[in-house]
Every structure is written in structure tokens, then in C-alpha cells.
């Protein structure tokens, strides 16, 4: 059960006054509540404080009333946040083909997999996406990448991506050639070839029949498990 779900039943001891981790932390001053508490402002809107119960909102819109904040559910909210933050560094370091601000976003717990409002996929599908094998490299190496997730979009799994963008009219060779071995990279690291992504109504493809539509090397097609 996530911090924000059990919020609704919290009730625990006073919160001990603390300073705001970011300059955009939102301060309660303790209307209602024993001491001040800081709220991430991304996680959650306060809506009403009255006496000792606080009503605020999730990004989903649910609402939850709280008896009393505990401190302890403040530090996973701010943990959580946190994460978010250091997630959007990450994508942005991914864009701006930046190695070491990528290493220092996934040294303050970047999640690689997860996908924020705004974006259309991971920080991990997004390095695919840019094709820059060096980036995705890293994040194999640095981080823990779901080899076989699904984007929410399209539900291609990171190589079904790959392949898929092996070739097209605007495509160098070198491009091409880069493509290609970032789906090599993600087979020696164990991506499931044998996925399939639904392409009609009535019809799927894996990973080797884009890697053939796309032109790939026959090198790749073996690879895939073709002939």
C-alpha cells in the first residue's frame, strides 16, 4: 500500500518542525496541527485545513482527510517526490545527451522506468527513442532498466522500439548502423525477443519481423531468431 493510499487512516504523534527541502515546498503553519509541516507540491493540494484535520488531493484528484500528519508518511512523500524530481533531471539529461548529469540523476534514485505525467514514455525508452547507444549503454550498466516493459502508448517493449526504428526515409547509414546495435545491446542484456506488439485488429509482430520490414543486417535477423 502506497504512502498516499493509507493517508486517509493516518493518525499519528506531532510533527516535528522541519525546513523545506526546496525552495518550492509548501509550509502548513499549523493551523489545526501541533507543529509546521512542509507538503510536496507536486504530490499534493491542500484543499481545506480546519482544526486538526487537513483534506488534500493526489495527482489522480483523490481526496483524503487526515486526523494528524505523521512524520513518518511526510518523509515517503518526500521520498517519493524526490524520485519524480531526480526522474525529470534524468529525461532531460537523456535530451540533452548529457552522461554525467545522468549519472548524477541516477545517483539520487532517477527511476529509469518510470513514465511522469507529460511524457509519453521512460527515461529508458526515451534513450532508445534518441538513438544514442552510448546513453543506452549506461542506463544497462548504471541503472536497472525493464528490458520488457511496455510504453503505455503504443505498448512496444524497449526492443520492439529498437527495431522499429532501425530505418526510416530520413536515416543516415550511421544512424542506421547505431539503431542496430542498440538492439543488439538489449539482447546480450536479455530482452525477450519473442514479444509481440498488436499491429492491427487482427495481427501482431515481434521484434525480428520489424527488424526485417526495417531492413536490418541478416546478422541481426539471426540474432532475433530468424534465418
Do not use: W
Not at 5 to 31: C, K, T, V
Amino acid at each position: 500500500m502506497t504512502a498516499i493510499s493509507m493517508l486517509h487512516s493516518i493518525s499519528g504523534p506531532a510533527i516535528p518542525e522541519a525546513r523545506p527541502e526546496n525552495e518550492n515546498a509548501l509550509m502548513l503553519d499549523g493551523d489545526g496541527l501541533d507543529n509546521p509541516c512542509y507538503i510536496p507540491p507536486r504530490l499534493t493540494a491542500i484543499i481545506q485545513v480546519a482544526k486538526d484535520q487537513l483534506l488534500i488531493k493526489d495527482e489522480k484528484g483523490m481526496a483524503y482527510t487526515i486526523k494528524r500528519l505523521d512524520c513518518r508518511e511526510i518523509n515517503e512523500l518526500r521520498r517519493i517526490k524526490d524520485i519524480k524530481d531526480q526522474t525529470h533531471l534524468l529525461q532531460e539529461a537523456i535530451f540533452a545527451n548529457n552522461e554525467e548529469q545522468i549519472s548524477d540523476a541516477l545517483s539520487h534514485g532517477a527511476d529509469v522506468n518510470a513514465i511522469l505525467p507529460g511524457f509519453e514514455m521512460s527515461p529508458f525508452m526515451l534513450a532508445i527513442q534518441t538513438g544514442r547507444l552510448a546513453i543506452v549503454q549506461k542506463l544497462l550498466r548504471e541503472a536497472r532498466p525493464n528490458l520488457d516493459q511496455r510504453n503505455p502508448n503504443d505498448d512496444r517493449t524497449p526492443l520492439i522500439l529498437a527495431c522499429d526504428l532501425i530505418y526510416n526515409p530520413d536515416s543516415t547509414a550511421e544512424e542506421k548502423l547505431e539503431n542496430e546495435r542498440i538492439a543488439h545491446a538489449l539482447l546480450d542484456a536479455g530482452a525477450n525477443p519473442r514479444l509481440t506488439v498488436r499491429t492491427s485488429p487482427e495481427t501482431e509482430a515481434s521484434a525480428l519481423e520489424f527488424a526485417i520490414q526495417r531492413g536490418a543486417s541478416e546478422e541481426l535477423v539471426r540474432k532475433l531468431g530468424g534465418q
